[in-house]
């Protein structure tokens, strides 16, 4: 079992940044998929982000187009800490943003990550 927590969620206004942590704990193995995923108020949740690290090969890559070329994934395996570092944010950047991890490295389907954080607020004013 691996155990997730986020921080880095606040308020910020458009245009702004903010970086999103993700502390991964327990059974954390070396070869494993990590990813970001938001869901805004009636929407359903959405994949950001993903990286995978299969023996030290680590493949980070955003997967939400409209996010593409402002949000940027990074693992730390040292840490084990997954990062989403959001830049220009706009206000339809506003959702509940949740850390997710794969322990066997599949990173497929969504289905594949059975370990969720909590989720950290996110929130971007006009």
């Known amino acids: 079992q691996v155990q997730l927590q986020e921080s880095g969620g606040g308020s910020v206004q458009s245009g702004g940044s903010l970086r999103l942590s993700c502390v991964a704990s327990g059974n954390t193995s070396s070869s494993y998929c990590m990813g970001w995923f938001r869901q805004a108020p009636g929407r359903e949740r959405e994949e950001v982000a993903r990286?995978?690290?299969?023996?030290?090969?680590?493949?980070?890559?955003v997967t939400l187009d409209s996010v593409k070329g402002r949000f940027t994934i990074s693992l730390d395996n040292a840490k084990n800490t997954l990062y989403l570092q959001m830049s220009s944010l706009e206000p339809q950047d506003t959702a509940m943003y949740y850390c997710a991890a794969d322990p066997q490295g599949r990173c497929g389907v969504i289905e594949d990550f059975g370990s969720w954080g909590q989720g950290t607020q996110v929130t971007v004013s006009s």
């Open positions: 990286v995978s690290d299969f023996a030290g090969r680590l493949r980070p890559r």
